[in-house]
């Protein structure tokens, strides 16, 4: 059964925005996280949330261009994509710890989404 699934990823020019979506099913987490993944590279983590009180991280690469929200209600996870740049383009995960944990890590995190696709071009 899936428990992590993300929607919103697309084409978009450089300098427009873009919403990813991530709803988790069964079960709440303590904290949802946005990796993204470009060929020849690295997962990196994009953003986190925790869901208690809603404390977010930025990686510094996209720091004050996305933002990280979530829908208590809805159990869905939001990353608000801005100012989009060509080294944005990477297929973006939506992640979930097993426990609660402050890591920042790709093995920190347990549950994956199957990831979304997102290509910036001029």
């Known amino acids: 059964q899936v428990q992590l699934e993300e929607s919103g990823g697309g084409l978009v020019q450089a300098g427009g925005s873009l919403r990813l979506s991530c709803a988790a099913s069964?079960?709440?987490?303590?904290?949802m996280a946005w990796f993204r993944q470009a060929p020849g590279k690295e997962r990196e983590v994009v953003a986190r949330i925790i869901w208690s009180g809603g404390s977010t991280y930025y990686g510094d690469s996209v720091k004050g261009r996305f933002t990280i929200s979530r829908d208590i209600a809805k159990n869905t996870v939001y990353l608000e994509m801005n100012s989009l740049k060509f080294e944005d383009t990477a297929t973006y995960y939506c992640?979930?710890?097993?426990?609660?944990?402050?890591?920042?890590?790709?093995?920190?995190?347990?549950?994956w989404g199957q990831g979304t696709q997102v290509t910036v071009s001029s």
């Open positions: 069964r079960r709440t987490f303590y904290a």
């Open positions: 992640a979930a710890p097993g426990r609660s944990t402050l890591g920042l890590t790709r093995a920190d995190y347990d549950y």
